[in-house]
Protein backbone atom coordinates (compact mmCIF):
# COMPACT_ATOMS: atom_id res chain seq x y z
CA UNK A 1 0.00 0.00 0.00
CA UNK A 2 1.23 3.28 -0.96
CA UNK A 3 3.03 5.54 1.98
CA UNK A 4 -0.07 8.26 1.89
CA UNK A 5 -2.86 5.67 2.52
CA UNK A 6 -0.45 5.05 5.59
CA UNK A 7 -0.20 8.37 7.13
CA UNK A 8 -1.84 9.32 10.85
CA UNK A 9 -2.18 12.82 9.39
CA UNK A 10 -4.67 11.90 6.56
CA UNK A 11 -8.12 10.24 6.04
CA UNK A 12 -8.39 8.27 2.93
CA UNK A 13 -10.47 7.43 0.61
CA UNK A 14 -10.03 5.05 -1.81
CA UNK A 15 -6.37 5.19 -0.80
CA UNK A 16 -6.50 8.70 -2.21
CA UNK A 17 -5.43 11.16 0.75
CA UNK A 18 -7.71 13.57 2.03
CA UNK A 19 -6.01 16.08 4.23
CA UNK A 20 -7.71 16.40 8.05
CA UNK A 21 -7.81 19.42 9.89
CA UNK A 22 -6.49 17.35 13.00
CA UNK A 23 -5.78 13.68 13.81
CA UNK A 24 -8.99 12.18 13.56
CA UNK A 25 -11.05 14.93 12.17
CA UNK A 26 -13.53 13.67 9.93
CA UNK A 27 -13.05 15.25 6.16
CA UNK A 28 -16.58 17.13 5.20
CA UNK A 29 -18.28 15.28 2.56
CA UNK A 30 -17.13 18.00 -0.41
CA UNK A 31 -13.70 16.87 0.47
CA UNK A 32 -14.93 13.75 -0.33
CA UNK A 33 -16.75 14.08 -3.25
CA UNK A 34 -13.25 15.82 -4.81
CA UNK A 35 -11.16 12.93 -4.42
CA UNK A 36 -10.66 11.09 -7.29
CA UNK A 37 -9.25 7.95 -7.62
CA UNK A 38 -9.48 5.93 -10.46
CA UNK A 39 -8.43 2.50 -8.96
CA UNK A 40 -12.34 2.92 -7.86
CA UNK A 41 -13.62 2.90 -11.17
CA UNK A 42 -14.30 -0.67 -12.90
CA UNK A 43 -15.39 -0.28 -16.48
CA UNK A 44 -17.04 -3.94 -17.39
CA UNK A 45 -15.00 -5.58 -20.18
CA UNK A 46 -16.24 -7.67 -22.63
CA UNK A 47 -14.15 -10.58 -24.97
CA UNK A 48 -14.65 -10.30 -28.72
CA UNK A 49 -14.32 -12.32 -31.48
CA UNK A 50 -11.98 -10.53 -33.72
CA UNK A 51 -13.63 -10.85 -36.75
CA UNK A 52 -16.66 -9.33 -35.20
CA UNK A 53 -14.82 -6.27 -35.07
CA UNK A 54 -14.08 -6.20 -38.81
CA UNK A 55 -10.28 -7.75 -38.28
CA UNK A 56 -9.37 -9.81 -41.15
CA UNK A 57 -9.00 -13.06 -39.38
CA UNK A 58 -11.41 -15.61 -40.24
CA UNK A 59 -9.82 -18.96 -41.89
CA UNK A 60 -10.86 -17.52 -45.23
CA UNK A 61 -9.15 -14.21 -44.36
CA UNK A 62 -12.22 -12.43 -44.53
CA UNK A 63 -14.02 -10.08 -41.18
CA UNK A 64 -17.81 -10.04 -39.82
CA UNK A 65 -19.20 -6.81 -39.15
CA UNK A 66 -18.73 -4.45 -37.68
CA UNK A 67 -21.32 -3.76 -35.45
CA UNK A 68 -22.82 -0.72 -33.88
CA UNK A 69 -23.24 -2.27 -30.20
CA UNK A 70 -19.58 -3.78 -30.53
CA UNK A 71 -18.16 -0.30 -31.65
CA UNK A 72 -19.77 1.71 -28.76
CA UNK A 73 -18.34 -0.52 -26.31
CA UNK A 74 -14.93 -0.33 -28.03
CA UNK A 75 -15.50 3.18 -27.66
CA UNK A 76 -16.21 3.03 -23.78
CA UNK A 77 -13.26 0.95 -23.41
CA UNK A 78 -14.90 -2.30 -22.60
CA UNK A 79 -13.69 -4.58 -25.64
CA UNK A 80 -10.92 -7.23 -25.74
CA UNK A 81 -10.65 -8.37 -28.90
CA UNK A 82 -9.63 -11.80 -29.60
CA UNK A 83 -9.08 -14.91 -31.99
CA UNK A 84 -8.43 -18.04 -30.40
CA UNK A 85 -7.53 -19.70 -33.79
CA UNK A 86 -4.68 -16.93 -34.47
CA UNK A 87 -3.53 -16.53 -30.61
CA UNK A 88 -3.31 -20.43 -30.99
CA UNK A 89 -0.93 -20.41 -33.48
CA UNK A 90 -2.81 -20.86 -36.67
CA UNK A 91 -2.07 -18.38 -39.61
CA UNK A 92 -4.82 -16.48 -41.79
CA UNK A 93 -6.01 -17.77 -44.01
CA UNK A 94 -5.80 -21.14 -42.82
CA UNK A 95 -7.73 -24.63 -43.87
CA UNK A 96 -11.22 -24.63 -42.57
CA UNK A 97 -11.61 -26.61 -39.24
CA UNK A 98 -14.58 -28.78 -37.42
CA UNK A 99 -14.77 -30.10 -34.21
CA UNK A 100 -15.10 -34.16 -34.98
CA UNK A 101 -18.80 -34.55 -33.45
CA UNK A 102 -19.08 -30.74 -32.87
CA UNK A 103 -18.47 -30.60 -29.19
CA UNK A 104 -15.90 -28.18 -27.91
CA UNK A 105 -15.82 -29.29 -24.33
CA UNK A 106 -15.14 -32.70 -25.34
CA UNK A 107 -11.68 -31.45 -27.02
CA UNK A 108 -10.83 -29.58 -24.05
CA UNK A 109 -10.88 -33.13 -22.21
CA UNK A 110 -9.38 -34.88 -24.70
CA UNK A 111 -11.54 -36.93 -26.36
CA UNK A 112 -12.43 -35.99 -29.90
CA UNK A 113 -10.36 -33.53 -32.37
CA UNK A 114 -10.16 -30.57 -34.32
CA UNK A 115 -9.88 -31.33 -38.10
CA UNK A 116 -9.01 -29.48 -40.86
CA UNK A 117 -10.35 -30.06 -44.08
CA UNK A 118 -6.91 -31.80 -45.33
CA UNK A 119 -7.45 -33.93 -42.28
CA UNK A 120 -4.76 -32.30 -40.04
CA UNK A 121 -5.33 -32.54 -36.10
CA UNK A 122 -5.17 -28.96 -35.28
CA UNK A 123 -6.71 -29.87 -31.38
CA UNK A 124 -3.24 -28.14 -29.75
CA UNK A 125 -3.78 -25.13 -31.71
CA UNK A 126 -7.86 -24.64 -29.94
CA UNK A 127 -7.04 -26.06 -26.79
CA UNK A 128 -3.96 -23.20 -26.72
CA UNK A 129 -6.16 -20.69 -27.94
CA UNK A 130 -9.08 -21.21 -25.25
CA UNK A 131 -6.10 -20.87 -22.78
CA UNK A 132 -5.19 -18.03 -23.71
CA UNK A 133 -9.09 -16.64 -23.69
CA UNK A 134 -8.99 -17.79 -20.25
CA UNK A 135 -6.00 -15.98 -18.74
CA UNK A 136 -7.83 -12.84 -20.50
CA UNK A 137 -10.85 -13.47 -18.76
CA UNK A 138 -8.69 -13.54 -15.03
CA UNK A 139 -6.59 -10.62 -16.35
CA UNK A 140 -9.45 -8.07 -16.51
CA UNK A 141 -12.45 -9.86 -15.00
CA UNK A 142 -14.74 -10.77 -17.72
CA UNK A 143 -17.61 -12.10 -17.50
CA UNK A 144 -19.37 -11.30 -20.59
CA UNK A 145 -18.38 -12.54 -23.95
CA UNK A 146 -19.40 -11.83 -27.46
CA UNK A 147 -18.06 -14.81 -29.61
CA UNK A 148 -19.00 -15.72 -33.52
CA UNK A 149 -21.46 -18.11 -33.99
CA UNK A 150 -20.72 -21.55 -35.53
CA UNK A 151 -16.91 -21.08 -35.18
CA UNK A 152 -15.28 -24.33 -33.98
CA UNK A 153 -13.70 -21.95 -31.63
CA UNK A 154 -16.30 -19.42 -30.62
CA UNK A 155 -19.52 -20.94 -31.47
CA UNK A 156 -21.74 -20.36 -28.62
CA UNK A 157 -24.72 -22.75 -29.69
CA UNK A 158 -24.34 -24.47 -32.67
CA UNK A 159 -21.23 -25.77 -34.37
CA UNK A 160 -20.32 -27.86 -37.06
CA UNK A 161 -20.26 -31.91 -37.07
CA UNK A 162 -17.13 -32.16 -38.53
CA UNK A 163 -18.16 -33.81 -41.84
CA UNK A 164 -17.43 -30.51 -43.61
CA UNK A 165 -20.81 -30.91 -45.43
CA UNK A 166 -22.59 -28.21 -43.79
CA UNK A 167 -24.34 -29.76 -41.20
CA UNK A 168 -24.82 -28.34 -37.74
CA UNK A 169 -25.41 -29.58 -34.14
CA UNK A 170 -25.92 -28.37 -30.90
CA UNK A 171 -22.48 -27.76 -29.39
CA UNK A 172 -19.88 -25.12 -28.73
CA UNK A 173 -16.76 -24.28 -29.82
CA UNK A 174 -13.24 -24.92 -28.05
CA UNK A 175 -13.48 -21.65 -26.33
CA UNK A 176 -16.42 -21.20 -25.97
CA UNK A 177 -16.62 -24.42 -23.64
CA UNK A 178 -13.25 -23.43 -21.67
CA UNK A 179 -15.24 -19.62 -21.15
CA UNK A 180 -18.39 -21.45 -20.18
CA UNK A 181 -16.27 -23.56 -17.27
CA UNK A 182 -14.95 -20.25 -15.89
CA UNK A 183 -18.91 -18.96 -15.59
CA UNK A 184 -18.53 -16.22 -18.40
CA UNK A 185 -21.87 -15.85 -20.03
CA UNK A 186 -20.99 -16.29 -23.45
CA UNK A 187 -23.48 -14.80 -26.80
CA UNK A 188 -22.77 -14.57 -30.06
CA UNK A 189 -23.48 -11.22 -33.05
CA UNK A 190 -27.20 -12.13 -33.06
CA UNK A 191 -27.52 -12.16 -29.39
CA UNK A 192 -25.93 -8.69 -28.56
CA UNK A 193 -29.66 -7.56 -27.17
CA UNK A 194 -28.97 -9.84 -24.56
CA UNK A 195 -25.62 -9.41 -24.35
CA UNK A 196 -26.71 -5.54 -23.48
CA UNK A 197 -29.48 -6.34 -20.99
CA UNK A 198 -26.63 -8.81 -19.26
CA UNK A 199 -24.07 -6.00 -19.33
CA UNK A 200 -27.04 -3.43 -17.31
CA UNK A 201 -27.54 -6.65 -14.61
CA UNK A 202 -23.30 -6.77 -13.77
CA UNK A 203 -23.35 -2.47 -13.54
Not at 94 to 118: F, K, M, N, T, Y
Request: with cysteine; charged share 15%.
Amino acid sequence: MERACQSAAMVTFGCAPVPSARPGAVPDAAALLNVTDKSEVRVEKILVSACLLGQAVRYDGGAHGPFAELLQWQAQGRVVPFCPAVAGGLPTPRPAAEIIGGQGAQVLDGLVQVRSIDGADVSAAFIAGAQLAERLVQQHGIRIAVLKARSPSCGNRHSYDGSFSGNLVAGEGVTAAALRRLGVQVFNESELQEAAQALRLLE
